[in-house]
């Protein structure tokens, strides 16, 4: 940019332009007009003898002129003056004195209405210095001379400016009109109109596209961006500017990525929810997660981790209590997917409305309901809600039975059903035997009861499962009456609580011995518990707390209440599972009546 300006034409400039110019101010005072550095006489002549412009005049005018102004300085008062160290026409207003009418103002002093000077210790510093910049009469630093000023300004005073490098000449907004935007802060050393990709200084200079700013024709560049996790989209935090040929190892010519640590991550990457936008899919089903890493769109997947599902209800409270005859509120809340929900509960029969988001449940038995949401994509998922009823038994056997029979060796073994079929009770010595619930439990608090009739000169096990994932996966506590040396191992009397997760065929071993076999683990042995026997005749009753973490149970005997046991079982592998009874070897051994409440 060429610019004309008073402050780099020197003192022959200055004298030439106050010569030339009509209304410029005294030549011979610095009032920001005329020209600093004058050389005057002290009474106020020129140095001309004559006072006229072609020498010859008389000087009678001037002296009448001068007379008169001593006589209008006599009747007047004084002018302020203020000083400008840097001459650059404006003095400093904090640097200011009052001239009495008939003396004249110091040198290098400036009248106040032009005192309005920021930094008066540098010339490059006035206001207007920066006239294309924007307000154009800002006191503004422009040691570039190129018409904008200092985004920087060393001296607070100084309004900022928009020269993104005040020290180049060639940098500035607009500086680069071939690129886009036109006026953005770019530096242009050979005047082709690209903006150099690598700027010099350590202003905000905006690279531009020119890889050799010192040639005139621009020589054409791409900007590489990291892409470490190799998903085709670079990092735009991680950037240089090189010639197309010139790509680095691990770069592409890309800036989009919003997480360039996972390939799962990149735009357009979940095309259901929005084939443009940066979200991550990590299960890869089209929608994106719904609460990703900071910088990363959210999508409408609420289980980005399982494909299968992009909608996820949520039925609560997961467990509720009630009495029979009395109603149960049900609720669930859907999230994901396309949001248009369609809800369906089962079993239909005691719920008022299975179509309702928030149905009412009156059930007879012991129930856990299904709610099903799907939205409009067809996009679905269940969860559940049991509901207990606290003064009802579950009916283990017979006609209406709710649990079924599991032998582990094979056939179950015969059991005889009370009347209302809750409770049952081994009619042989027989193999190991489970009667599992269909309920799925989780945060319950279970109540029931384990007695020995008869023993028949038996003094084998009885028990219970719970956590019950399937016939493979469970807890158990067995509980043997004396010690027994079977199934060539050892069997001690008291509780043992057992954690199975087979892998194979089951044996007489995994229920029979005190020690771990492939199929399951002893958690607690009778030292940990309780290592006496079963009595026969005696009714047991029996709390068990299943939580999430823990399970703590507590062995009571009924005939005068007094606790047998209480411990804490420290195992979270089955968080919730169903619960069934159990037996082994053991003749006339009776498990129930058992129900269940809301911890």
């Not at 200092?150 to 680069?176: L, R, Y």
């Not at 299960?283 to 599902?309: I, K, M, S, Y």
């Not at 005939?559 to 053991?586: A, H, M, R």
């Amino acid at each position: 940019m060429n610019r004309t300006n008073f402050r780099t034409l020197g003192l022959f400039g200055l004298t030439l332009a106050t010569t030339i110019s009509t209304g410029c101010g005294d030549p011979c005072l610095d009032d920001g007009r005329g020209k600093p550095g004058a050389v005057c006489e002290q009474d106020g002549a020129d140095g001309n003898e004559t006072g006229t412009t072609d020498g010859t005049g008389t000087g009678t005018d001037d002296a009448d002129d001068a007379e008169a102004g001593s006589e209008s300085a006599e009747t007047s008062g004084g002018d302020i003056w203020c000083t400008d160290d840097d001459m650059d026409g404006y003095g400093d207003p904090e640097e200011c004195e009052e001239i009495p009418a008939g003396e004249d103002p110091p040198a290098g002093s400036v009248p106040e209405a032009m005192a309005t000077d920021c930094d008066d210790e540098d010339a490059n510093t006035f206001p207007g210095a920066a006239e294309l910049d924007d307000p154009a009469d800002a006191c503004m630093t422009d040691a570039d001379d190129d018409g904008w000023g200092d985004e920087t300004p060393s001296n607070p005073n100084a309004v900022p400016g928009s020269d993104c490098n005040d020290d180049n000449v060639n940098a500035f907004p607009g500086a680069a009109e071939n690129e886009d935007p036109p006026d953005a802060c770019m530096e242009d050393d050979d005047m082709d109109g690209w903006g150099d990709s690598e700027p010099s200084g350590s202003g905000s200079t905006i690279p531009g596209l020119d890889c050799d700013d010192a040639v005139f024709n621009m020589e054409a560049c791409v900007l590489w961006c990291e892409d470490l996790d190799m998903d085709g989209y670079g990092n735009p935090e991680v950037c240089v500017v090189l010639p197309a040929e010139e790509a680095p190892e691990g770069y592409v010519e890309d800036n989009t990525d919003c997480l360039d640590t996972d390939a799962n991550a990149f735009p357009g990457a979940a095309e259901n929810d929005d084939p443009d936008a940066c979200m991550l899919d990590a299960d890869h089903d089209g929608w994106g997660d719904t609460d990703p890493p900071e910088g990363v769109a959210p999508g409408r997947d609420c289980d980005d981790a399982d494909e299968g599902r992009v909608v996820c209800v949520d039925a609560s409270p997961g467990c509720v209590d009630t009495s029979q005859g009395l109603e149960a509120p049900l609720m669930s809340v859907a999230t994901g997917g396309d949001g248009n929900y369609v809800f369906a509960w089962t079993p239909v029969e005691t719920l008022d409305d299975p179509s309702l988001q928030n149905p009412t449940a009156t059930p007879d038995e012991i129930t856990t309901y299904t709610v099903t949401a799907t939205d409009g994509a067809m996009n679905m998922d269940s969860d559940e809600i049991t509901v207990h009823l606290t003064d009802k038994a579950w009916v283990l056997g017979g006609q209406d039975a709710e649990c079924e029979a599991v032998g582990f060796l094979g056939a179950p073994a015969d059991h005889s059903v009370s009347v209302d079929g809750e409770q049952v009770c081994t009619t042989s010595n027989s193999d190991p035997t489970a009667y599992i619930c269909p309920i799925v439990h989780q945060e319950t608090r279970i109540t029931g009861t384990m007695v020995v009739t008869d023993d028949d000169n038996d003094d084998d096990i009885v028990g219970f499962v719970w956590g019950w994932q399937d016939t493979n996966q469970f807890y158990m506590l067995q509980w043997k009456k004396t010690y027994q040396n079977w199934f060539g191992c050892e069997g001690l009397a008291g509780m043992t609580v057992r954690k199975f997760d087979a892998v194979g065929a089951f044996e007489n071993a995994d229920f029979a011995c005190e020690t771990d076999t492939a199929n399951q683990t002893v958690l607690l042995s009778p030292d940990d518990i309780y290592d006496a026997g079963w009595v026969e005749g005696t009714e047991y009753g029996v709390e068990i707390l299943y939580d999430l973490t823990q399970t703590e149970i507590t062995i009571t005997d009924l005939s005068d209440n007094s606790e047998v046991t209480s411990f804490v079982v420290l195992d979270d592998s089955y968080p919730s599972g169903k619960f069934g009874t159990y037996d082994f070897s053991q003749k006339n051994a009776c498990n129930g009546p058992w129900q269940s409440s809301c911890l």
